[in-house]
């Protein structure tokens, strides 16, 4: 196996204890507190689109399509200047999400390889033209969410979402979550056909699976995700605009997923912060970032074949 | 043509009428066979004779063009590919088809776990069945690869990797086995450990065997059949062929002295 327990488990162990402590030194900084959660946000996002990419081998250019849906689905389905419960939408969101992706999987996943990545680019610019040029929807400039919602659990409410801190750290916990949720998905034995049917579909259909049921549901539940990860953007910035489905934000969330590691599910977090990082330092260098962005991306794709997470198994593999 | 057979033999599975066209090439032409249960056919025939294509259709893995198959008297030739292998014919590949990144137990806890269920199971792990571990060690040490359960498939050598194929096969736990050239690329002394092993699974499972090594066939065969350019030749016993001018003709034909 490519990506080993070990230095997954090495990788939790360092990454969340310190994001965890971060804000007791930074809680001043609220630029840099919003800057980390909005990366956060987004590792979540390509953490999702890792697990079909890397793991399922479907190549998708469409998944931020379900980014922006998450957002939009808010502004439809909460009352405009009431406070939901976070919890309940999120399942509602979610729910909406995944019925969504099973209508839009069944028709994509009869596709593979370049067909597919094709097919889902066409959803996705369906998608996000329908939502550009509709006023109901606010056209181009999107639209804005008044209200954020109250997270109260029987009555306990651990996270005051106005509060950045807070925020912060119900997505340090989201994303801790979908890491948790992510393995336990791939030991599963949903995930051994999984891994299957991407090292090997013809094999494992002549072993009497119907792989393409497999990849159905690898499909809905990483887009539910994508969803939940939209939905968390939205009530962030408390605005949703189609950008959040242009094809770019999925091309983005390629590279990062491929700078991280493709299928190793942690490496989205590191290819996240990786790409989100240098981005952050050089527009604040030069004009020409894009440029240089562009150079550093290609050597580190060239430096580490197995992206982010690789390397460091190679290193650990060296050491120990 | 299968005078000779005893009748109280089951069929497990038969062919009626089966073509399949390439556009114009005639790969298969109006083929009816039958096959019993716990006997083993061998096919025989030069190259291009339809073997794989027959083996192909037999697994669902190609549709007829026309006429169809029957398993325990139920044409199937409609039902989807995977569905097969749930009725329990399950193959083997001419091209060693396994997963190469995965253990070789996990390779047949793969087959074995379709029939175990549990499959959209999200939640619980896939280490914690032991069942599913002791029937795939089971199918391994059937075919003698025991010693190797813990090693990386792509590690294992040619000869281990085409065993592989045939205990992942035996895994999903079949009723009738297509073997596609198990012995093809082998060295002499990794055949005769798949001859052995074939000797044993003859008398429990139905099995279709297309091979090119004749020695193996004439040794293993209850039934034989020949097959040339997509046509069916002959078909009896070993010795009835062997005997049969129309098969030296055909082979004649290739300037190939098997016999």
């Known amino acids: ?320 | 043509m299968n005078t000779q057979v005893s009748l109280d033999l089951d069929v497990m599975l038969e062919t009626q009428g089966l073509c399949k066209y390439w556009g114009g090439l005639k790969a298969l032409d109006n083929i009816s066979l039958q096959f019993y249960d716990k006997q083993l056919h061998g096919i025989v025939g030069p190259n291009g004779a339809g073997k794989s294509t027959l083996l192909n259709m037999l697994c669902g893995h190609y549709k007829p063009t026309q006429g169809s198959i029957l398993h325990k008297g139920a044409a199937i030739e409609a039902i989807k590919s995977y569905a097969f292998a749930r009725r329990g014919i399950g193959r083997s590949f001419q091209k060693t088809n396994i997963y190469p990144g995965a253990t070789c137990l996990e390779n047949c806890c793969v087959a074995v776990q379709r029939r175990m269920g549990g499959n959209f199971n999200f939640l619980r792990s896939r280490y914690t069945q032991k069942v599913l571990d002791e029937i795939a060690t089971e199918a391994l040490e059937k075919v003698g690869l025991g010693h190797r359960r813990n090693e990386v498939a792509s590690h294992i050598s040619y000869g281990e990797q085409r065993q592989l194929e045939i205990a992942m096969v035996l895994a999903t736990s079949p009723e009738v086995l297509l073997l596609d050239e198990p012995m093809a690329g082998m060295g002499h002394e990794e055949s005769q450990l798949i001859i052995e092993l074939l000797k044993k699974l003859r008398r429990e499972y139905c099995i279709v065997l297309v091979e090119h090594d004749m020695d193996a066939v004439f040794e293993l065969s209850d039934q034989l059949t020949v097959m040339v350019d997509g046509q069916h030749l002959t078909t009896g016993s070993v010795d009835r062929v062997r005997d049969d001018p129309r098969v030296k003709e055909a082979y004649l034909g290739q300037g190939d002295e098997v016999f």
């Open chain 1, 1 to 320: 196996m490519l990506f080993n327990k070990r230095t997954e488990r090495y990788f939790i162990w360092v990454f969340f204890p310190l994001a965890l402590l971060m804000p007791l030194f930074l809680a001043e900084n609220t630029f840099f507190v919003s800057k980390l959660t909005s990366v956060m946000i987004f590792a979540l996002f390509v953490m999702s689109l890792d697990y079909l990419v890397g793991r399922c081998g479907l190549i998708t250019l469409g998944h931020a399509m379900f980014y922006g849906l998450g957002g939009y689905l808010f502004w439809m389905i909460a009352p405009e200047y009431e406070a939901v419960n976070f919890w309940v939408y999120t399942f509602y969101i979610c729910t909406i999400a995944a019925a969504v992706a099973l209508v839009i999987g069944f028709l994509v996943l009869r596709t593979s390889g370049i067909y597919m990545i094709m097919i889902t680019l066409a959803f996705a610019q369906m998608a996000f033209y329908f939502f550009s040029d509709s006023i109901e929807f606010g056209g181009n400039d999107g639209l804005f969410i008044y209200v954020k919602p109250e997270t109260s659990i029987f009555g306990l409410s651990f996270f005051d979402l106005d509060n950045p801190i807070h925020f912060y750290y119900l997505c340090l916990l989201s994303l801790f979550n979908t890491l948790v949720f992510f393995r336990v998905l791939i030991r599963s034995r949903f995930g051994r056909v999984v891994d299957a049917i991407n090292e090997n579909p013809g094999r494992t259909t002549a072993l009497g699976y119907n792989i393409f049921m497999y990849r159905l549901m690898s499909y809905v539940i990483a887009s539910a995700l994508g969803a939940y990860a939209g939905y968390l953007f939205t009530l962030q910035y408390g605005f949703v605009n189609p950008s959040m489905m242009a094809w770019t934000t999925s091309g983005s969330a390629l590279v990062m997923s491929i700078l991280g590691g493709m299928g190793s599910i942690y490496g989205a977090i590191l290819g996240t912060f990786a790409y989100e990082g240098l981005h952050y330092l050089l527009e604040h260098l030069t004009e020409y970032w894009m440029l240089f962005m562009g150079i550093l991306i290609i050597a580190m794709v060239m430096i580490f074949k197995n992206g982010i997470a690789g390397y460091m198994e190679k290193l650990l593999e060296k050491r120990i």
